[in-house]
């Protein structure tokens, strides 16, 4: 099977949705096919690339053309390249605001429409609208409506034989609208290249130093207090060493998070960005992962992903967030709601129970999904 990847940005370690595809293309390759990635609206480039990138060893064509370029400019040498490479295939990466900074890409569709004529389409959509939670003001309510409308158009006008997402609530989303959508969860990007060497059998009680480990992003408003109180409570009872590690980009929020822990007698090691062997490592020797996102698009988070794929229970500390008019999703298994007893949770919960969802699986099921419509 031939297949072209259309991606917004392939710019390494800054574009979530540009690192899966580079991981995911690299992973259909090994398993037999001939790939190509192309990113339609690159922000990081003034000149147009064309040439060679890797991801774990493997070497991968890939076009990669300005965002500031002419859209006719771009897609003219899109579809020039893509004609070359003749896929059976096109698979749209789709992330609404990769491809127009406001998140309004009209011109988008019928220039995808010509790049792929004669071909099968297939959109995995890693990002919907906003304004979609409870709560959201009347600005972005409307701004979602328009998204809504394009997302529904693009749709309509690529008659997509497979449409994908990782997120159940947006699976839930896009089914409201009367699409058919498949589920494919997300695979970590960060390649587990450590062994499970401290994720024994041992009981709670039994642990004597809890090892939490923030990684990623710590979005604003986090109850980081609610969480801290919890391990003060658990350590009390139970007298065991606790340490938190901070490991990536994690923001603004960070200095906040790091004085809360601080003033409650706990160590903090921040290691700001990492290699991807040594996040393996750090998440290898963990006993707690946090994450700071939304629990109803908690699937979708590569950090979480990441630390799932490393056996590591993960307690959900964030900001209420509830959608308009769909039903809260049931969390992933391994993944804890902040609450009373959430520590205890966690560490009493069986490693091996945690599901990890490797990308050799996933691609698996991807191509045997796309093969089937053929």
Not at 74 to 87: C, D, G, L, T
Not at 121 to 140: C, D, P, Q, T, Y
Not at 303 to 316: E, F, G, N, S
Not at 335 to 347: D, H, M, P, T, Y
Request: charged share 20%.
């Amino acid at each position: 099977m031939k297949i072209v990847f259309v991606c917004g940005s392939l710019q390494p370690g800054h574009d979530g949705v540009g690192d899966y595809t580079r991981r995911l293309a690299a992973e259909m390759l090994v398993q037999g096919h001939e790939v190509a990635i192309i990113a339609l609206n690159d922000a990081k480039l003034n000149t147009k690339l064309e040439g060679i990138q890797r991801s774990e060893n493997i070497d991968l064509p890939v076009l990669r053309l300005p965002a500031a370029w002419p859209t006719k400019l771009r897609f003219s040498i899109a579809k020039e390249w893509v004609h070359k490479f003749n896929p059976e295939w096109i698979s749209l990466q789709f992330a609404i605001f990769s491809f127009h900074s406001k998140g309004f890409p009209v011109g988008l569709i019928g220039f995808l429409a010509g790049l792929g004529k004669g071909r099968r389409w297939h959109i995995m959509f890693h990002e919907l609208w906003v304004g979609m939670s409870v709560g959201a003001s009347i600005k972005h309510i409307f701004w979602g409506w328009l998204q809504q409308k394009i997302i529904s158009r693009l749709i309509f006008r690529l008659k997509p034989k497979i449409i994908h997402t990782q997120s159940m609530l947006y699976f839930a989303q896009l089914t409201r609208l009367g699409f058919k959508v498949n589920h494919l969860p997300l695979f970590s990007n960060v390649p587990v290249v450590a062994n499970f060497e401290n994720k024994g059998v041992k009981k709670a009680n039994e642990i004597k130093h809890i090892s939490i480990v923030v990684f990623g992003t710590i979005h604003p408003q986090a109850p980081v207090e609610q969480i801290v109180n919890e391990v003060i409570l658990y350590k009390k009872a139970k007298e065991p060493e606790v340490s938190l590690t901070i490991i990536g980009r994690s923001g603004i929020e960070q200095e906040h998070w790091v004085s809360v822990w601080k003033s409650a007698g706990i160590c903090v090691d921040i290691l700001g960005e990492q290699p991807l062997a040594r996040i393996s490592k750090v998440l290898n020797k963990a006993t707690i992962g946090l994450s700071t996102g939304a629990l109803a698009m908690i699937d979708k988070s590569g950090t979480v992903a990441a630390m799932l794929a490393h056996k590591l229970p993960v307690i959900c500390v964030a900001k209420p967030w509830k959608p308009r008019k769909i039903t809260l999703p049931t969390p992933p298994k391994g993944i804890f709601v902040l609450q009373k007893g959430c520590i205890e949770n966690c560490l009493e919960m069986k490693r091996d129970e945690i599901p990890s969802h490797g990308i050799s699986d996933i691609t698996h099921t991807l191509i045997k999904t796309l093969l089937a419509q053929q």
